[in-house]
């Protein structure tokens, strides 16, 4: 959805240039006079500048450098420090969000708790900074066109003719002024706010960002805004050496836009050499002890202690002036805790086991980055290397390779997923798991599956299915939302999405390892229960043990007998809520389940016993 600046009046239809007098909506939040003016920089109401400090990464040579997570590393630094941070991250494409982009091209979508489907970095800055983000953390260039253009036809241009210079650039540097004073946690200013740009300097899409960046940085005055430059150092194997000239090149090119950088970070495979820092900054006017070496590390986590071993936050705190405002026991206490979740991490653990991930897209892992990190964070938790397994079930089209293909894994993840490729194949490894007791984790897709499978194989209602793959079912127990209905051939923007409550019964599996029994977690689904099958499914013995507050949407199942050690399955995506201090539950009940399958004395272990599915051995702990 576009995020829309409201006015109170609309033009009447025969005079869409008609200028509207401007004393509402958009153009109250700048002083009337800026429109009489050449230069047209609107501010939020009550903006004072220079106050929320900007630090803009951009990245120059080629894409996929880490850009979002070396951000999100800089501003848990300053986070820890007691530094309220925002990051947003600034797409060129035209798409007005990342729901309607094939993950298998572009990673999973990320959906925020407000309901908006992102890029999967705002994953990793949620992750990393433990920060729930909204749609004012995430611009593509999509929705400042739609803006603007929506205010051309509401003649909110007062008869100007509207540009890419001032009033693109100008909306970019709104958004960004307006997630300045409200982007910081609960909605309070921002100290600091983090701006990675899409793509690299000198793509024609990502271009008028850096342009607004520029001008920003201008408007803002002296050490208001530190400019971050990303770059890469080529190593070929051929001649064993780091080469600079591709990163001399790339950061000339963000030069020739009118951006000096502060500081410049090397991403390369090996430490980047003296020799070749030097280099780079003598011709990009940066001194050595701003240049730093982003060389690979083992792990992600390891990478905010790194920058501050290497000066990377005095360097960032000198520039932008900010030493004071930072709290020095705030830091102690956030990177003891931090360093210990990242030492745990590295440290060989003594159990291992294996968690099969049935997907679609089984051959990219981006397409499931939050399932991946949210297992990472439960093996660290509980003390397990956990390895995953990518199986595409496209090919399982017997019981016979499902049991073949399921026979090393400790348990099972069937994750969320549309349209039919690998649905038959999803069904038989939910039987598989129901019926050998295999643990089991279903997501969204996964969650329908579970009813689908149950109904067809012990209400005995042999053509069950949803109505996504077969809308002629004589037996549909998954149907389409009652609201997506009326929306039918709109494909973005029409799901039931971001947080929702979800009320779990007391005494089920899911309350227990929540500890709670109402949570909230995200959705992104058109297809839901069928109300008319909730009965006859729950009197065979599937529990919903988590529903929604008010209406019959079933949430939460689960087996009743309490003789499977984990038949677990969530209309939402619990993956999108996992942060590495903070484990996400159905996940952790999954992790346990697989590891005491493997090892049964870990039921002796408390750490795992606490999120077992055996009130004897909760009861123990
Ligand atoms: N295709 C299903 C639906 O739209 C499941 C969606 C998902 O797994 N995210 O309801």
Known sequence: MVPRLVRSSVPSKGSPTQPNSGESGFLARFSASDEQREWFSPSPAGYERGRTKFVVVIGTVMSGLGKGIFSSSLAKLLQDKGLAVAPIKMEGYLNIDSGTLNPFRHGEVFVLADGLETDMDLGTYERILDQDLSRRNFITAGQIYGEILDRERRGDYLGRDVQMIPHVTGSVKLRLRELAMTGGPNGTPADVVFVEVGGTAGDYENGFYIEALRELAFEEGSESTCFVALTYILEPATLGEQKSKAAQLGIKRLMESGVQPHVIACRATNPVGEKVMQKIGMFSNVPMKRIFSMHDRESIYVIPDDMRANGLDREILSILNLHDRVKVTHEDKARRTWNDFSSKLSTPRARR???????????????????????????????????????????????????????????????????????????????????????????????????????????????????????????????????????????????????????????????????????????RHRYEVEPSFIEALQAAGLHFSGRHPHHPIMQVLELCASDHPCFLAAQFHPELTSRPLRPQPLFMGLAAAAIVRKYPDAVRDTTVARWLNSPAAVAAH
């Open 353 to 523: 086991v294996t968690l099969g991930i049935m997907g679609k897209y089984a051959s990219l892992r981006d397409a499931y980055a939050s399932i991946d990190k949210a297992v990472e964070h439960c093996g660290v938790h509980l003390n397990a290397t956990i390895d995953l397994k990518w199986l595409d079930t496209s090919s399982l089209d017997t019981t016979g390779k499902v049991a073949a293909t399921l026979k090393d894994v400790d348990g099972i993840i069937v994750p969320g997923g549309f349209g039919q490729r690998g649905v038959e194949g999803k069904l038989r490894c939910v039987e598989h798991a129901r019926t050998t007791k295999l643990p089991f984790l279903g997501i969204c897709l996964g969650f329908q599956m579970a009813v689908i499978e149950y109904a067809r194989h012990v209400l005995g209602l042999t053509d069950a299915n949803s109505t996504e793959f077969d809308p002629s079912t004589s037996h549909a127990v998954i149907s389409e939302l009652p609201d997506q209905k009326k929306l039918e051939g709109i494909v973005g923007g029409t799901m039931r999405l971001g947080g929702q409550d979800v009320l779990l019964e007391s005494e089920s599996f899911a309350a227990r390892l929540y500890g709670s029994t109402t949570v909230r977690e995200r959705f």
